[in-house]
């Protein structure tokens, strides 16, 4: 019984020690490896109007949160869509957006300009 309180006590006593050796870790890890910024919406509306049909058409439905924005309408919306795409505000949807589906977001913007 002794032996399994001072295991116990030493463990309690050790364990802030490995934490906070594991936090430095990761810390210092963090510092090394650059962090993505995330892109201004109103910059990546431009980009995403400056698309062609076709393009924007195929970054919209690789985007859940949007194409269900526009899915919600049925085929009607997708018409509007492809009516009014260029001067639509989109800034208010890619806001709603996670930092990291905005960086999805112009990342598939980019490779749609890229010629194939």
Known sequence: MRKFVLGSLLCLLLYPCFAATERAAVK?????LPAKSVPDSQKLEKDLQ???WKQ?????????????EVNKYGPLGWQYVQQHYRTYPWKRSIDRLSGGQKIELARLIENARKPN
């Open 56 to 68: 924007f058409r195929s970054v919209i439905e690789a985007i859940p949160p949007i194409r269900a």
């Open 50 to 52: 400056s698309l062609s």
């Open 28 to 32: 210092s890890a963090s510092a090394v």
